[in-house]
């Protein structure tokens, strides 16, 4: 297998178009430029569509256009435009509709900034858009995870028949880093649901959110539901990295798991027990994990890129407040190294371990 | 290995422009020249030498990029102290480019004082970059950039690199792809980096132009901390 060195925005727009993506739709904002700018040059390159809209919220109809005919179709945009996105992607949940949503986030609230931040995890995991209804959530934690998460993104957005995001930052999306590409594949849009004519069935595929009669709605979200709760129980990914000896158990994902892996590596040097869990998949998250750890009497500090948003999901798991510490940055700068390094230790002293 | 006091690097996107300029600032301001570094890079806001002025500072160089307080911005705006440095003989100027074409078209503007001072313009590639493998395809982003600047390209530094995998073998198959687009393009390769002197071959620490360099943009879980 031949490595090449790729920017993770670039990662993931080959990855998509390794996955079989033939269909993208976007609209430019910083820090995801790489990607409709490569989707640009590449997709004529393997007789695919670049379009860029005319606004965010233009580009994911034209998402639910494409998705609905059964293509593997991409969009991806940075927070402002994310938020831009959220009826799209509300309707995409309602009327099933796979297609894949990249969002590399940036500061936020309202314009922000161009800093890496991890303020979005709330309107990725918890419903941007109104209704009740989910995004299976993926956060990469390297440039390789970028090409082998979207690939998955497309099968598991297929099978589930549900839209599926890639939460990551400026930082990812922007630095570079050695990476395998797996082969081309070709998927062709075949889906016994898809808007593409009748061919002999009696009754036509419909695709529509639109449930005017209240039982039908009724139904409509208990079928969601169920598909989520399937979802739920065999989508979960994470990575535990030393947790079963650990005395603390820092949770991070993506950019600040970087840098909590860092930390780590020094204080085991000084051996000291600090494990690492690392949620691949924000939603569904990886509740049962935690509940073990706590119970087995586990203390936890979450470090995250916001004003504690990840943290609420780890102490619902955790079940218990007061195991659970919290290290947040505001959506300007990322934590050094020694900043958290100096966080856990003192945790580790506080709690007699240091 | 320098004829002109300014020197210009360009390439394509992601292929280690920034490294190698503020580096060879670095190697200049060693050498006792008054140094001025130029970040021209109006493409992308991140991982550019701006973010390093305050250290470059304590170095002893000067670094011009946007108008202050525009740093973190993606607005294409140059700062007329830009001139200042041109307009200076005892001073060295680098510059850092942005990548591709579309990063090397804002060379135009300073095209007067290219004319009138000797410079070298030399093209970063970094063959392990999507799209740069084939020499062929390094030689026609060269022939653009000279398109998009007005400017001749002097010639080739070899910037061969799979960042933390980097070794001896990664370094000696890149070099002969640099060295065949050098070829195409009737160039010398001026220098070839290294980050540490493990990947270099017998031959080329022996005989070859090799340029030691020290990567500063470092994402910031691999950035030096002070752990006094």
Same mark, same amino acid.
């Given at each position: 297998m031949e490595r090449v060195m790729m920017k993770g925005n670039e990662a993931l727009a080959e990855g998509a178009i390794r996955a079989g993506c033939r269909y993208f739709f976007g609209y430019p904002i910083t820090p995801q430029n790489e990607i409709p700018e490569y989707m640009a040059r590449r997709m004529p390159e393997v007789g695919g569509v670049f379009l860029q809209a005319e606004s965010e919220v233009s580009a994911i109809n034209m998402v639910y256009g494409a998705g609905g005919a059964g293509a593997r179709v991409l969009t991806s945009s940075s927070s402002p435009g994310i938020s831009l996105k959220q009826e799209g992607i509300s309707y995409l949940a309602g009327a099933q509709v796979p297609c894949v949503i990249v969002n590399v986030a940036r500061g936020g609230p309202g314009l922000g900034g161009l800093n890496p931040s991890q303020a979005d995890y709330f309107q990725a995991t918890k419903g941007g858009g109104h209704g009740d209804y989910r995004l299976l959530v993926y956060a990469p934690g390297n440039a390789q995870e970028m090409v082998d998460l979207i690939g998955l993104a497309f099968d598991k957005a297929e099978a589930y028949r549900n839209p599926v995001m890639i939460l990551t930052d400026a930082i990812m999306g922007q630095m570079m880093e050695p990476v395998v590409l797996p082969p081309l594949r070709t998927v062709a /849009?075949? *889906? /016994?649901? =898809? !808007? !593409?004519?009748? $061919?002999? $069935?009696s009754k036509p595929n419909i695709i529509n959110s639109l449930g005017l009669v209240g039982e039908d709605l009724e139904r409509i979200n208990r079928e969601l539901q169920a598909k989520y709760a399937r979802m739920a129980a065999s989508e979960v990914r994470y990575e535990a990295d030393g947790? %079963? %000896? =650990?005395d603390l158990v820092v949770v991070a994902y993506g950019t600040t798991s970087r840098v909590a892996r860092s930390a780590i590596a020094r204080l085991r040097q000084e051996k000291k027990k600090v494990g690492l869990l690392r949620p691949i998949t924000l939603w569904p998250f990886p509740q049962q994990i935690l509940a073990e750890l706590a119970t087995a009497g586990k203390r936890f500090l979450v470090v995250e890129m916001? =004003?504690? *948003?990840?943290v609420e999901d780890v102490i619902l798991g955790v079940n218990d407040r007061e195991k659970v510490a919290f290290f947040g940055k505001l959506n300007g700068t990322v934590p050094t190294v020694r900043e958290v390094y100096d966080r856990i230790r003192s945790l580790l002293s506080e709690g007699g371990e240091g | 290995m320098e004829a002109g006091r300014i020197t210009i690097f360009t390439g394509p996107f992601g292929s280690g422009k920034t490294e190698v300029a503020v580096n060879y600032a670095l190697y200049l301001r060693r050498q006792g020249q008054r140094v001025g570094l130029v970040d021209l890079d109006i493409v992308n806001p991140y991982f550019r030498s701006r973010t390093l002025t305050r250290r470059l500072k304590e170095d002893g160089i000067d670094l011009v990029s946007t108008s202050p307080g525009l740093e973190m911005a993606d607005l294409p705006a140059l700062s007329p102290r830009i001139f200042s440095f041109l307009q200076s003989p005892d001073h060295q100027v680098v510059f850092d480019v942005g990548g591709d074409p579309v990063g090397a078209r804002v060379l135009g503007r300073f095209q007067p004082y290219f004319q009138a001072n000797p410079y070298q313009l030399w093209l970063v590639v970094n063959p392990y970059r999507p799209g740069y493998e084939d020499p062929a395809c390094i030689a026609g982003l060269a022939r653009e950039v000279e398109a998009a600047s007005r400017l001749k390209i002097t010639g080739l530094i070899d910037n061969s690199n799979l960042g933390n995998l980097t070794d001896r073998q990664v370094r000696a198959r890149g070099a002969l792809l640099v060295e065949a687009a050098a070829g195409r393009l009737k160039l010398p390769v001026v220098f070839r980096t290294y980050t540490d002197e493990a990947q270099l071959t017998v031959e080329q620490a022996g005989r070859e132009q090799v340029f030691p360099l020290k990567l500063f943009m470092l994402p910031p879980w691999e950035e030096e901390e002070n752990w006094s």
């Open positions: /849009p075949d *889906q /016994p649901w =898809a !808007t !593409t004519g009748k $061919r002999g $069935r947790v %079963e %000896e =650990a916001s =004003a504690g *948003q990840l | -």
